[in-house]
């Protein structure tokens, strides 16, 4: 099993350019999250999805837009750009959420540079 | 407002000690709160899960408390070791649907 991985690894964006980060996991797990961790400000919700077809805004979901189209999917779009979007961006998955104890299973990030 | 924070940003200790982390909670009620460890260029793993009314889970080396009374979990690794250098993250784990509440880690430094 690969678990969770991401594309691509790394990433310099001009501002205003647009890109998609992918998350794939291969456990057929229905929950999926994208956090961005940023120093000092440990990690931060952007967007999750409860399973196909659903999203759901998370603590910093401006600037984003999320899709879960097929279940192992979890896409990350940012449309334009923006200095403020320089982070490293992580996505995970769980088998399931609240009062279930399933761990957060998480990919090994994305580093995005925005200039 | 919530908040969710652990004692400091930085840890060093002796090799052979134990390193005690600390991860305070302010308005919220969690049924579950988790540990991870996370090393530098990765994301983080998942370490040991307690449950609220579970007051020690031990793991090996390992050892988690939570005191739902205090608001607060204690992290234990005992006989550290420089391979326990890392950042260690607490993450609440409320009923229902939310999502995980990460804290911003302590980053242990273990010392030959």
């Known amino acids: 099993n690969a678990g969770v991985t991401q594309t691509p690894k790394f990433r310099v964006l001009k501002t205003g350019q647009s890109m998609t980060l992918l998350c794939a996991q291969d456990?057929?797990?229905?929950?999926m999250y994208w956090y961005r961790q940023d120093p000092g400000m440990g990690l931060r919700l952007i967007h999750y999805?409860?399973?196909?077809?659903?999203?759901a805004k998370g603590e910093v979901p401006d600037g984003y837009n999320v899709s879960r189209l097929k279940k192992q999917n979890f896409l990350l779009g940012l449309e334009s750009a923006a200095p403020s979007q320089t982070s490293v961006y992580f996505c995970?998955?769980?088998?399931?959420?609240?009062?279930?104890?399933?761990?957060?299973?998480f990919g090994n990030g994305t580093r995005l540079t925005v200039t | 407002s919530q908040k969710i924070e652990q004692n400091s940003e930085a840890l060093n200790i002796q090799e052979g000690k134990t390193a005690t982390l600390t991860c305070n909670y302010t308005?919220?009620?969690?049924?579950?709160l988790q540990w991870y460890r996370q090393d530098p260029g990765r994301g983080p793993v998942f370490l040991l899960l307690i449950r609220e009314n579970e007051k020690e889970k031990r793991k090996e080396r390992l050892k988690v408390t939570f005191d739902t009374t205090l608001k607060q979990s204690l992290f234990h690794i005992t006989a550290s070791q420089p391979a326990d250098s890392a950042t260690y993250l607490c993450?609440?784990?409320?009923?229902?649907?939310?999502?995980?509440?990460f804290g911003k880690g302590t980053r242990l430094s273990v010392i030959a």
């Open positions: 995970a998955s769980r088998r399931t959420g609240g009062s279930y104890n399933s761990p957060l299973h």
């Open positions: 456990m057929n797990h229905e929950y």
């Open positions: 993450a609440l784990d409320e009923r229902g649907n939310t999502p995980l509440v």
């Open positions: 308005n919220y009620s969690p049924a579950y």
């Open positions: 999805s409860v399973g196909e077809g659903t999203t």
